[in-house]
């Protein structure tokens, strides 16, 4: 298994370009999500889903949209970049069998910078 | 809410030491608490987490964390450091009224020298 995936590793956009990341795992787990991680401040969830065709916001969702159209892709777009969009994203799946403290495996990360 | 609180962005050992990184987490409901390590430029590994079948948890690589309900605490122990063991780390609560969701500390950066 790969696990969790995410394309690209390394991505520079100008102000207002969108861009999407992608996220991918073939764990066929119900849950993923995307998280952003700044300096001295942690993870933050941005947005969430729990299975295809369900979407909710986390914590920082502004500027960022999102869509699950499969059990394996969870993809995040961002419309209008930036710079405050700099940062680390990851992306995160589990499964839902028991509830509330499966594992969240992570992927590698997509590190963004908005000029 | 629920929320985390590590305490002390940067923790330094020397190896063979006791490692000590603290968390304090704030909760209406029982919580579901996690520990993840991130090695640089990796993604977040797990290392242990509670779900309230045993307040002493022991997790990968010698870690361990104990559950105390009075101080609303979940501090991560190891007896010994090694330089591998130089990382980040975060602990988490899982937020149960977003599905899975989880909130993270701050981290802490673990630094050992020989």
């Known amino acids: 298994n790969a696990g969790v995936t995410q394309t690209p590793k390394f991505q520079v956009l100008k102000t207002g370009q969108s861009m999407t990341l992608q996220c991918a795992q073939d764990?066929?787990?119900?849950?993923m999500s995307w998280y952003r991680q700044d300096p001295g401040m942690g993870l933050r969830l941005i947005h969430y889903s729990v299975g295809a065709g369900i979407t909710d916001q986390g914590e920082v969702p502004n500027g960022y949209n999102v869509s699950r159209s499969t059990t394996e892709d969870f993809p995040l777009r961002l419309l209008s970049a930036a710079p405050s969009q700099t940062s680390v994203y990851f992306c995160?799946?589990?499964?839902?069998?028991?509830?509330?403290?499966?594992?969240?495996?992570f992927g590698p990360g997509t590190r963004l910078t908005v000029l | 809410a629920q929320s985390v609180t590590q305490l002390g962005s940067h923790v330094s050992v020397s190896e063979g030491a006791l490692v000590l990184l603290r968390c304090n987490y704030s909760s209406s409901v029982p919580p579901y608490l996690f520990w993840y390590v991130q090695y640089p430029n990796q993604g977040l590994q797990l290392l242990l987490k509670?779900?309230?079948?045993?307040?002493l948890v022991k997790g990968i690589n010698g870690f361990e964390a104990e559950f105390k309900k009075s101080e609303t605490s979940f501090h991560l122990t190891k007896p010994s450091a090694h330089m591998s063991d130089a990382a980040e780390y975060f602990c988490a609560v899982s937020d149960g009224q977003a599905g899975t969701a989880l909130i993270f500390g701050k981290g802490t950066t673990l630094s050992v020298s020989s």
């Open positions: 995160a799946s589990s499964s839902l069998g028991q509830g509330y403290y499966n594992e969240q495996f």
């Open positions: 764990m066929n787990h119900e849950y």
């Open positions: 509670y779900t309230s079948a045993a307040t």
